[in-house]
């Protein structure tokens, strides 16, 4: 059906153009050339795509493209009028951001997976967007196959949205699923996820919640009309994530799983990414492997709760086409003026809140001298600060190894009553100082 | 803001009207009264109640509506020229079918939450809205607060659709969890359900799958492009369900769900309504009391699962309004155009597949004679079918009462690997016919 990529500008087809053919760009293109007859009965017309940009002419890509469109210059799809649509795949920061400004400088509209990019540089591409009358599409950025930015953008949009929460990282969510089904260590399991194709070579981003809290700042501000730095929002990662917290969490009821949190709470917004206790039997709990998941509270609609694979060549594929349909229909263009993201005329609707009042429960583990005052001691100090106790786990010494370890302590976990970050931190800090602790507490929020 | 209704056609504002102020119609009203700045920032202009068109002006609806807006006379909509889009929120087939058309006719744009009037005459008023360039939107008419209809129209239009499954039908997801929760039987936990607003008076369309299978249809056809008239889905409610099956089930590994499922086989669509048993762990399985959920598999972006509240006055109004914002500001229209539901002159894609190739695992469930050649008997039936046996539960007799029951028989419950739809019904009547058989056979499908 591409075989003869004679060009034409007409009302029965729109022209394409891929920039950076990775995996997600061969998967693109697939859908594009494989399926012509599926997105032109979506679009109401032919998706055409003329050109394929990539660095290295040579480098197979295990994808069959019709003749002239594979090229390793830029400017043979800037230069083409003919060209409507630029699907922008390369990643990292520059030259992907002088691209996407070059091609809305030509004339096109983008669509685009790169998440980091739109996280550093969303309000100076987006201004610029308005400013050349073009559009971003980026459905692809956050949450590969869950179309999230779409159902908050659109579907939602009755809705003033009041929570959002997501395991956005598909990469983390694996590790730890499998250290929790296998009760395998962090080390060994990160390994198993590089073999697996599930981490990258260096995995930092993903398992430190920079990943995470980057795509919690573009929803933040589709939901919220927050305009926030993903530097700014509280986080931690799984890296070093201790199997005992695990198992204790699951004798609790909980699962741990990286959460990305954005909170109305008092006009302000609560956010923060974070190792969580969340409640088995809700169905966040039971999202494993790869997975993503987003819950969204809205006023009106109540809880939607969606789960998809977050990642992965055809998944983040699926969400480009389907940017790449709306864009050519006229429905991204519409929607991407009406919305205004990013618009310095529409300030923040919403303010980021003091990381120390945001408000919830806290599970706490600690080794404890086996000792009848040490339980005393931490109460005392958690009573300081105004927070109460839940529910305490502290065994007896299990094995004689344990009793008999050289330093005579005990594992300790304590679950919380609600009480703000602020008082936590401090009898954290003040629970580590008592000389009957051994080494520093592990301290992480609990979703009922 | 909604105080002094001067009429006045501009880009700044889209006047609408809503007929029918049902549970539905006050809650739209409310949204688009209340929330007149949430409206009008997603649809980048104010989106205007003019009229609320009602049978009985006395009524008390527990809305302040502006003066001059409630009236009981369509025709004050239908003459207004300034009314761009009419909310039809009337419910039953007629006189619901000629007011639709009737406003179509006078160049009005509408959004419904009839799903009834859609299975029944879908293609007639998608025609005749084509005919005079207007657009139907209908997001509400299936699944209220989970946002199915854009999501399989847009998000997901890069895939083929593979399967679609889910729990449709709120009211019989509430007593079937409130059956399993708290071990209680059909009848009074149908009375449960009405005293808790949860059931109609007569609940007859909700319990025996007619609802599910009438969303069924709709969802077939924008996601196969089936036309499926849904007194042809084979459809079995949860009437009369034994909560003996929901034990059993448990022990097995499941929890027992109204599904409504579509699947492609062989390029033809299964299509059926039965109360299933659903493997604990999946999200569908968690699933619980109004709640509604659809899971998607498309070949490009996997599986995609929903979960929301499927009905109530603010899910609906959410999905009611959203599909006012996007018929107010172009959206609407253009996927109407584009995608030509119910087209006569786009053919079916997809036929529906004969019930008897339907095929899948079972659970049968039946009460024998206490006697050494039963199982041999049953396994000989279901062997001359091709069907094998999976698992089987039988108990000895528990209590007296049941070893000297008067017919001595006790139950038997058999998990069957995969079989035909045919050969399990015929083994069914088989195994009915077997003299050491007391009654009849309950028969479910079983999703792993």
Same mark, same amino acid.
């Given at each position: 059906?591409?075989?003869?990529?004679?060009?034409?500008?007409?009302?029965?087809?729109?022209?394409?153009?891929?920039?950076?053919?990775?995996?997600?760009?061969?998967?693109?293109?697939?859908?594009?050339?494989?399926?012509?007859?599926?997105? +032109? $009965?979506?679009? @109401?017309?032919? #998706?055409?795509?003329?050109? *394929? =940009?990539?660095?290295?002419?040579?480098?197979?890509?295990? !994808?069959?493209?019709?003749?002239?469109?594979?090229?390793?210059?830029?400017?043979?799809?800037?230069?083409?009028?003919?060209?409507?649509?630029?699907?922008?795949?390369?990643?990292?920061?520059?030259?992907?951001?002088?691209?996407?400004?070059?091609?809305?400088?030509?004339?096109?509209?983008?669509?685009?997976?790169?998440?980091?990019?739109?996280?550093?540089?969303?309000?100076?591409?987006?201004?610029? +967007? $308005?400013?050349? @009358?073009?559009? #971003?599409?980026?459905?692809? *950025? =956050?949450?590969?196959?869950?179309?999230?930015?779409?159902? !908050?953008?659109?579907?939602?949009?009755?809705?003033?949205?009041?929570?959002?929460?997501?395991?956005?990282?598909?990469?983390?969510?694996?590790?730890?699923?499998?250290?929790?089904?296998?009760?395998?260590?962090?080390?060994?399991?990160?390994?198993?996820?590089?073999?697996?194709?599930?981490?990258?070579?260096?995995?930092?981003?993903?398992?430190?919640?920079?990943?995470?809290?980057?795509?919690?700042?573009?929803?933040?501000?589709?939901?919220?009309?927050?305009?926030?730095?993903?530097?700014?929002?509280?986080?931690?990662?799984?890296?070093?994530?201790?199997?005992?917290?695990?198992?204790?969490?699951?004798?609790?009821?909980?699962?741990?799983?990286?959460?990305?949190?954005?909170?109305?709470?008092?006009?302000?917004?609560?956010?923060?990414?974070?190792?969580?206790?969340?409640?088995?039997?809700?169905?966040?709990?039971?999202?494993?492997?790869?997975?993503?998941?987003?819950?969204?509270?809205?006023?009106?609609?109540?809880?939607?709760?969606?789960?998809?694979?977050?990642?992965?060549?055809?998944?983040?594929?699926?969400?480009?086409?389907?940017?790449?349909?709306?864009?050519?229909?006229?429905?991204?263009?519409?929607?991407?003026?009406?919305?205004?993201?990013?618009?310095?005329?529409?300030?923040?609707?919403?303010?980021?809140?003091?990381?120390?009042?945001?408000?919830?429960?806290?599970?706490?583990?600690?080794?404890?001298?086996?000792?009848?005052?040490?339980?005393?001691?931490?109460?005392?100090?958690?009573?300081?600060?105004?927070?109460?106790?839940?529910?305490?786990?502290?065994?007896?010494?299990?094995?004689?190894?344990?009793?008999?370890?050289?330093?005579?302590?005990?594992?300790?976990?304590?679950?919380?009553?609600?009480?703000?970050?602020?008082?936590?931190?401090?009898?954290?800090?003040?629970?580590?100082?008592?000389?009957?602790?051994?080494?520093?507490?592990?301290?992480?929020?609990?979703?009922?």
């Amino acid at each position: 059906m591409n075989a003869t990529p004679t060009k034409q500008k007409s009302p029965d087809r729109t022209n394409v153009a891929i920039i950076g053919m990775g995996t997600v760009g061969a998967g693109v293109a697939q859908l594009l050339i494989d399926h012509g007859d599926r997105t +032109a $009965r979506h679009a @109401g017309k032919t #998706i055409w795509l003329s050109k *394929a =940009v990539v660095r290295d002419l040579s480098k197979p890509r295990g !994808i069959e493209l019709p003749e002239g469109v594979l090229t390793d210059s830029i400017d043979d799809v800037l230069n083409d009028p003919e060209i409507d649509v630029v699907i922008q795949l390369m990643g990292g920061l520059s030259p992907a951001r002088e691209v996407m400004l070059r091609a809305m400088e030509a004339g096109k509209d983008i669509v685009t997976a790169n998440k980091a990019l739109l996280a550093e540089h969303g309000a100076e591409l987006f201004t610029r +967007a $308005r400013e050349l @009358g073009r559009s #971003i599409a980026f459905e692809a *950025a =956050v949450a590969g196959g869950i179309p999230i930015i779409a159902n !908050i953008s659109q579907c939602l949009s009755a809705n003033q949205i009041e929570s959002l929460e997501g395991i956005l990282n598909g990469t983390s969510n694996f590790i730890v699923s499998q250290m929790d089904e296998k009760g395998a260590g962090y080390d060994e399991t990160v390994k198993r996820a590089q073999e697996l194709g599930y981490a990258e070579a260096d995995p930092a981003m993903d398992v430190d919640g920079t990943d995470a809290a980057q795509k919690l700042a573009i929803l933040s501000h589709l939901a919220f009309g927050a305009t926030v730095d993903w530097r700014d929002i509280p986080r931690q990662g799984i890296d070093g994530l201790d199997p005992a917290d695990l198992v204790y969490a699951r004798q609790l009821g909980y699962r741990i799983k990286l959460l990305a949190t954005a909170r109305l709470v008092d006009g302000e917004l609560e956010l923060s990414v974070a190792p969580t206790l969340v409640a088995i039997g809700t169905p966040m709990a039971e999202v494993r492997d790869a997975f993503n998941a987003i819950r969204v509270v809205g006023d009106a609609v109540g809880p939607v709760f969606y789960h998809g694979l977050g990642a992965g060549q055809m998944p983040t594929a699926s969400a480009v086409v389907a940017d790449v349909i709306d864009t050519a229909v006229g429905r991204t263009p519409i929607t991407f003026e009406t919305l205004e993201y990013f618009s310095a005329e529409r300030p923040p609707r919403t303010a980021q809140r003091d990381v120390d009042r945001l408000r919830g429960r806290y599970y706490l583990r600690l080794r404890v001298a086996n000792d009848p005052g040490t339980l005393a001691a931490i109460a005392g100090v958690l009573s300081n600060q105004s927070i109460s106790i839940a529910s305490v786990i502290q065994h007896e010494p299990k094995s004689k190894d344990e009793a008999s370890s050289s330093d005579n302590t005990v594992p300790l976990v304590i679950m919380t009553h609600e009480a703000s970050e602020g008082a936590a931190s401090r009898a954290t800090t003040d629970i580590e100082a008592l000389p009957a602790i051994s080494g520093s507490v592990v301290r992480m929020p609990v979703r009922a």
